[in-house]
């Protein structure tokens, strides 16, 4: 009897207890990954053979430490944190427009950040020197947070009347405006010479492959700050589930928590397209899955979606790197091949809510 | 305590939907908003919740002027009642509830929510899912959730309010009088209700205050025995309406005839 007591008892229906303990699940799959990550490419240096080495105080031979420095490091920190900021900024957009199949990617964000980003790297030159050189290496991450600022604020404006978001309107605004998008992209990409058209294909698709610490010092900051800001909003995305009316009468100041949000979206979407490209698809899938597990409650959602959405990016990374080794694939290709019959699967499951 | 408009005048798009309204809601007291569809009910309450801003008047809420009361504030004294609420994500019916859990609660937040969902008919309720409950399901999960914001009728700042749009539109006749006895005890105990109603029955039996409404008008104010009349609905409705009249055959249900104490037994 005094056991019993003693076990408090659970309020059924509360999900947070299996949103915490996958946290920390979701911690040391990342931490495993991050390992994998490191030991894995086309040399053979191992990281834990690196760790234990370094714990028992050998030296590492040069040309390892120079691997992992200059090139592995590099491309694993990129991953984290595009991937953390690919999923929270999905998690982020599907609780904005109270709809799951919300992602930068689908609805033309990621396509404006990349609009911006290949404007800076082909007309860039006929800046002024005096302007480039005050913008200098920022001038292409400051483009794709343009681009994806004002994709979504246009997005969000044209799907939004009268405090309600309609989920047709914004799907097709969002399907208009990435035609849009594409088509002014290639009306730049025209006036592209030879190097400038490697350094596009390069956004197209994605890729890890070009990351470097002065890349990751641009964006690195953007996109930190952006994560740590979003739990702030979980609850306030939790009230705009309820509508935003409803949300307004249960105290929340609704128009902060929607700016905050699509100014945190369009950051974190905007700094991980300038540093990685566009990679679609981790915004929706990895939102989702949490959801079934853990439920929609988003003081865990945020948080697990970018610890899943880290390694799912590391994952989707060493598998582009693998199957046509020594090549590697764009990692958006895998991203892709993966995510799109899922996204289809939440589409079909979820064809009741659209067609209401 | 009270609710006070004066002179309310709202516009949406091109069209005047309420024309220089007054109402007057006491603490301690049902009042009922009634008329018939497109008369402009629930447009009053979502002016007098702020969730449209009238292009004139005044509302004072407990002798403070709401215009100047920030969200927060405001939702520590009252809380309101939609018509639908549709999710889109697959929350539980005990995490709807904590989302009306705002304020800060002096003990047990967990027990609070099982006592909401007592409270309106769903005793272990808290782990469904909520798109796989019954409509009328959904709206009491809601009114908990309004409850919970809420939940004591006198708080440290005065009376806290009720606002209902249609608090029984999808429920059984049982559930109607549950939930009309709950919002009435509500009110018993010192807090304020203010409910859009479109049963006529359920308006005479718990209302202590009505205003009839017709085309952004009020068309009368004051206890139930006053507005409810056969000239005023008659009016109103714009069909011949008659009180207290017992049609000659055929089968006829009052909520009326069904009896106090229901809600002990559901």
């Not at chain 2, 407990?62 to 969200?71: K, M, S, V």
């Amino acid at each position: 009897m005094a056991m019993l007591e003693a076990t408090r008892v659970r309020l059924a229906g509360d999900r947070s207890h299996i949103g915490r303990r996958l946290a920390a699940l979701l911690f040391l799959l990342l931490i495993v990954m991050s390992l994998l990550s490191l030991g894995h490419g086309a040399s053979g240096v191992s990281a834990t053979q690196m760790l234990l080495d370094w714990l028992a105080g050998r030296e590492a031979a040069q040309v390892d430490r120079i691997i992992m420095h200059s090139i592995r490091l590099p491309r694993l920190l990129t991953g984290l944190l595009v991937g953390a900021a690919l999923a929270v900024s999905g998690a982020m957009m599907q609780g904005l427009f109270r709809n799951p199949l919300a992602d930068p990617g689908l609805l033309g964000v990621s396509a404006g950040a990349s609009l911006g980003a290949i404007s800076a790297i082909v007309l860039g030159g006929a800046l002024p020197p005096a302007i480039a050189a005050l913008t200098g290496w920022h001038l292409v991450p400051i483009a794709a947070f343009a681009g994806s600022w004002v994709a979504m604020f246009t997005l969000y404006g044209i799907a939004t009347r009268q405090g309600r978001t309609s989920v047709a309107t914004m799907l097709l605004a969002g399907i208009a405006m990435s035609a849009m998008i594409a088509a002014l992209s290639g009306l730049i990409i025209y006036r592209a010479d030879d190097q400038q058209l490697r350094d596009l294909t390069f956004w197209s698709l994605g890729s890890l492959a070009g990351a470097s610490w002065a890349k990751i010092a641009v964006a690195g900051p953007v996109i930190a700050l952006a994560l740590a800001l979003s739990p702030l909003l979980a609850r306030g995305l939790n009230g705009l589930a309820l509508g935003e009316a409803a949300a307004a009468h249960v105290g929340l100041h609704v128009q902060r928590v929607k700016t905050a949000a699509i100014l945190i979206t369009a950051a974190a979407t905007g700094a991980s397209v300038a540093i990685a490209g566009a990679i679609g698809f981790v915004g929706i899938v990895v939102p989702h899955l949490l959801r079934l597990i853990s439920g929609p409650d988003h003081r865990w959602l945020l948080v697990n979606s970018a610890l899943l959405g880290a390694s799912t990016l590391l994952a989707a990374d060493m598998v582009s790197r693998t199957i046509v080794a020594p090549a590697e694939l764009p990692i958006g290709i895998i991203t892709a091949l993966i995510g799109g019959p899922f996204f289809l699967w939440v589409l079909l499951s979820n064809r009741r809510v659209l067609d209401a | 305590m009270s609710l006070i408009a004066r002179d309310i005048r709202l516009k949406l798009g091109r069209s005047q939907i309420l024309h220089g309204l007054d109402l007057t809601a006491r603490a301690g007291r049902l009042t009922a908003i009634i008329g018939p569809n497109g008369s402009g009910k629930t447009s009053l309450l979502r002016a007098l919740t702020r969730e449209y801003l009238p292009d004139s008047g005044s509302i004072t809420l407990n002798g403070r002027d709401i215009a100047g009361l920030r969200p927060e504030m405001l939702a520590t004294i009252r809380a309101v009642l939609p018509q639908h609420t549709v999710l889109s994500f697959p929350f539980t019916a005990a995490e709807i509830i904590r989302i009306g859990l705002t304020a800060p609660v002096d003990s047990g937040r967990d027990r609070l929510i099982e006592a909401a969902l007592a409270k309106v008919g769903l005793p272990g309720y808290g782990g469904r899912l909520y798109q796989e409950l019954s409509g009328g399901e959904q709206q009491r999960v809601q009114l908990a959730r309004v409850l919970v914001q809420v939940w004591h009728p006198v708080g440290r700042g005065g009376p806290c309010w009720l606002f209902l749009d249609e608090p029984v539109s999808s429920l059984d006749i049982a559930h109607q009088i549950s939930v009309m006895e709950l919002a009435a005890d509500y009110a018993r105990q010192g807090g304020g209700v203010v409910a859009v109603m479109h049963d006529l029955n359920l308006t005479a039996m718990f209302a202590d205050h009505v205003l009839l409404m017709r085309d952004g008008r009020s068309l009368a104010e004051g206890p139930p025995a006053e507005v409810l009349t056969d000239h005023l609905l008659s009016t109103a409705y714009g069909c011949r309406l008659r009180v207290n009249h017992t049609p000659p055959d055929g089968v006829w249900i009052l909520p009326q005839a069904v009896g106090v104490g229901i809600a002990e037994r559901v």
